[in-house]
Structure formats: structure tokens, C-alpha cells
């Protein structure tokens, strides 16, 4: 079965500091890698993804993600934070061979504080 | 351009209540899926459907049920309500290739009293 982890429930970041958002994943076979962002009372926004090629995907605000194989991750980050980047991010994956399910990691509340 | 729409955005329900959840979609996605979101559980998954008259169960079916009759449309009912299924709802779709993001609608806020 396919996993995806966000090992941290918080991450606090002063504005304009880099912000990174860690998430791994467990999968069998070749997975596409998501990233979502959740502003309060609102849907999911889609950030960014990873599908092939270059392991630095670009996204949505500045964001960025990069691909580790050997490490199974796909950390989100940015280098100078705002506090409007404040919300709730999630990390998912999905594998066409697994019904492609698209599995969501816990979520990770940001906090960008003046 | 709607994208994904769901109905109702508040619902309040008895115990032992039956009701469905409506999700419609305008931009004839073959991928529908129905998640709940819980404090600290991220989303999770209840049903899916890769197409018109073809469903599967995800991690969470028990007490749900789905229907995908036409591509635009995939209601997600609840059988008879209990506290536990009080959550957030959410219905996404996206084209069936796995490199595809998913868009998501705006979610229901279901309470079981």
C-alpha cells in the first residue's frame, strides 16, 4: 500500500526566512508527487507536482519541491517566506499501477509570523 | 468555468439520518474520488471512480455509498449517520493519467448529533 508521511504538524517561520515543508513517501513503483495547499475554511489548491525529469519542479507563489529517489522525498520549499503563505500544506502521491489512488500525508500547518 | 461543485456546504444530521452528498464536475474529468478530513488525519480516502458505472472503495467505505451514473456527477450517501462520520467532505476529480493534479471542491461540513 501507498503512504505518504509529513513528520512535522507545525512549522514556524519568520517573514522573509526559507521555509521548508519535509514529506517521504512509501510506494511500489514509479509515483506522481503532489503538492496541495488548504487556506481556512477553503479546498485544496493545488501548488505543484513532480511527474519526470528534473528533480526541481516549480510551482504556484514561489514555491518549489525537490525529488530525492534514493531518500523517497519531495520536500516543499521557499526561499524567503510570507505571512500570507500561512495555511495548511499536504504532500500526496500517486502510482498508476496502484488504481491511482491519490494518497494524502497528514498535512502540515505553516505559521509565517512578522 | 465552475470546476468541481458541492452541495450542501453546512449539513446537521440525527443520528440514524440518511442524506447524499452532491459533487458535480464541469470538466469532464474520467477521476472522481470522495475524501474526509479530520484534525490531525490529513484526508482520507472514502470512494473513487475512474469512470461512468465503474466505483471502488478507498480506505474509509464503511457507512458510505457511491454511484457514478454520468461523468459529471458522483453523489456520496450516507446510509445512516453516526457521530463518527461527522468531518469535512471533500469531492475532487482529474483526469484518469497519474501525472494529473486533481481539483477539489469546496467542501461539505457534515455534523451527527
Known amino acids: 500500500a501507498q503512504s505518504v508521511a509529513q513528520p512535522e504538524d507545525q512549522v514556524n517561520v519568520a517573514e522573509g526566512n526559507p521555509l521548508t515543508v519535509k514529506c517521504t513517501y512509501s510506494v511500489s513503483g514509479n509515483p506522481y508527487l503532489f503538492w496541495y495547499v488548504q487556506y481556512p475554511n477553503r479546498g485544496l489548491q493545488f501548488l505543484l507536482k513532480?511527474?519526470?525529469?528534473?528533480?526541481l519542479v516549480k510551482g504556484s507563489y514561489g514555491f518549489e519541491a525537490e525529488f530525492n529517489k534514493s531518500q523517497t522525498s519531495f520536500h516543499l520549499k521557499k526561499p524567503s517566506a510570507l505571512v500570507s503563505d500561512s495555511a495548511l500544506y499536504f504532500c500526496?502521491?500517486?502510482?498508476?499501477?496502484?488504481?491511482?489512488?491519490?494518497?494524502f500525508g497528514g498535512g502540515t500547518r505553516v505559521l509565517v509570523k512578522p | 468555468n465552475a470546476g468541481v461543485t458541492q452541495t450542501p456546504k453546512f449539513q446537521v444530521l440525527k443520528t440514524g439520518q440518511s442524506m447524499t452528498l452532491q459533487c458535480a464536475q464541469d470538466m469532464n474529468h474520467e477521476y472522481m474520488s470522495w475524501y474526509r478530513q479530520d484534525p490531525g488525519m490529513g484526508l482520507r480516502l472514502i470512494h473513487y471512480s475512474v469512470g461512468a458505472g465503474i466505483t471502488d472503495q478507498g480506505e474509509v467505505p464503511n457507512g458510505y455509498n457511491v454511484s457514478r451514473s454520468t461523468t459529471e456527477d458522483f453523489p456520496l450517501r450516507l446510509l445512516s449517520a453516526a457521530p463518527s462520520q461527522t468531518s469535512v467532505y471533500f469531492c475532487?476529480?482529474?483526469?484518469?493519467?497519474?501525472?494529473?493534479?486533481?481539483?477539489f471542491g469546496q467542501g461539505t461540513r457534515l455534523t451527527v448529533v
Open positions: 475532487a476529480s482529474s483526469y484518469v493519467q497519474g501525472g494529473t493534479e486533481a481539483f
Open positions: 500526496a502521491v500517486r502510482v498508476l499501477a496502484a488504481g491511482n489512488k491519490l494518497t
Open positions: 513532480y511527474i519526470t525529469g528534473d528533480n
